[in-house]
């Protein structure tokens, strides 16, 4: 049986990892791609420390959350994001829409802002390969399922 002030507690997780995934998508501007997505939120939980857990496992291209899944989902059919393919790239675009960028206006601190900017100082400008490489050097673990 769940008590309120657990589901209430949940919700507010929740909010704070949507916040956090449409923070991300909108100071890159745009993200290529659902892997890249991922590495970037398992890069930022693991070596930012936000106070969020996406509960990631190996899969297929190192590092998976069906959590962000999810949330991607929630967020695209609730007018807070919007992907199409790209046929040039051959993947899926992210994009914050307007109403995205109202929710996340003055939803997150300054300190895990800072958090997020920084992470992107840091990964912007690499290809998949490369942030995909970097992953797996680090977190060997999360390669156990890899096809990459």
């Known amino acids: 049986m769940k008590i309120k002030g657990e589901d209430l507690n949940m919700e507010k997780i929740r909010n704070k990892q949507l916040d956090i995934i449409l923070q991300l ?3 890159f501007k745009q ?3 659902k892997t890249r997505l991922m590495k970037y939120l398992f890069l930022l939980e693991k070596e930012v420390s936000i106070d969020v857990y996406f509960n990631f496992h190996p899969k ?9 899944e999810e949330d991607l989902k929630f967020l695209e059919e609730n007018g807070f994001i919007h992907s ?3 046929r040039d790239e051959k993947t899926i675009i992210y994009a914050i829409t307007d109403k995205g960028f109202i929710k996340i206006k003055d939803s ?5 802002q800072d958090k997020i900017k920084n992470i992107i100082s840091n990964l912007e400008g690499l290809s998949l390969k490369e942030l995909i490489n970097i992953v797996y ?3 060997p673990e999360y390669t156990l399922l890899s096809r990459y």
């Open 31 to 33: 993200i290529k791609g």
């Open 108 to 112: 997150l601190n300054n300190k895990t």
């Open 60 to 68: 297929h291209y190192g590092p998976y959350s069906k959590e962000i």
């Open 25 to 27: 998508i909108f100071n």
């Open 137 to 139: 050097s680090k977190y």
């Open 84 to 86: 199409f393919y790209d």
